[in-house]
Every structure is written in structure tokens, then in C-alpha cells.
């Protein structure tokens, strides 16, 4: 395993490309994955998508203190209800916002050994796979902050 470079939101514009689906599930792949877990504990992280290592996979890892998640080409297939809550992220480093998410949600997607699951999430778990998902869609939670909650501490 190996720590990546998180890219910066005002440095990388590959943060505002959408990722492609993996293909294949190859030892690439999982080395990317373990990598990802690895930088993301190391930066003490819930979440981290592959474009914020620079890489256009959608690929993303998550523990929100309930173990390591790691999925391939993960898709919301179900959600109800709505949370508010304040988000950050490794790539906006000093800014935080409320956010609108689902309060529920399920996901379909392979695992880290190639096999298809389908895991539901509410809280942050559900909070979390919104974030890190809409990373694999070029976009970024300072997209959806609610007016007037914004805050930056590098001013």
C-alpha cells in the first residue's frame, strides 16, 4: 500500500470530470482501492473517491468508525427522506457547509474482491456515499451548500 496525493479542488480540475466505470476487477484495482484507504486514514477521513487521488475511476472508499467499505462502480438505486448537516472534504481543505442529503439510501455496487452487493446507509454512512458518489460525477459538496452555511477558515 501506498499514501496518494489528494488533489486540490483549486489546483485540479479533475475534480469536475465525471469518472468511468471500471471494466475489469483487476489487482489495479484493488491496489487502488487499498491505496485509497490507506491515504484516506492517513489525512483522517470518512470518505475518498478515486478523482481525488487523480484517477477518473469510479471507485471510492468509506469508514465512518463501522469498518472500511470499499466499492467499484457504486450507484444509489433507492432514496427517501432528507438530513441537513455540515460536510468538508480532503480536496476543499478549511471550508465547511450544510448539506441537503437523503436521510436513507440504498447502493448497488462491487465489492473490493469483484463481487456484486447492494449495502443501505442512513446518518452519515448515507451522507458519506452521497458525498463520495457525487465526486465520481464531477461534483463537489460546496455545489450544494445551503445558502448562508457556508464557512471558510483560509480567509
Known sequence: MAL?????YKTDDILRKKSKYVDKMDEKVVRLLDDMAETM???????LAAP????????IVIDIGEGLVK?????????????QDIEGCLSIPGITGEVVRPS??????????????????TGLLAR??????DHLNGILFIDKVVPGTK????I
Open 128 to 133: 458519506a456515499f452521497c458525498h463520495e458518489i
Open 71 to 83: 466499492l467499484v462502480n457504486p450507484e444509489i438505486v433507492e432514496q427517501e427522506g432528507k438530513q
Open 4 to 8: 496518494r496525493r489528494i488533489t486540490n
Open 104 to 121: 436513507w439510501i440504498k447502493v448497488k455496487a462491487l465489492n473490493g474482491k469483484g463481487k456484486n452487493i447492494k449495502l443501505e446507509g
Open 41 to 47: 486514514y492517513h489525512a483522517k477521513g470518512v470518505g
Open 151 to 154: 464557512k471558510d477558515i483560509n
Open 52 to 59: 481525488q487521488v487523480g484517477i477518473l475511476k469510479r471507485v
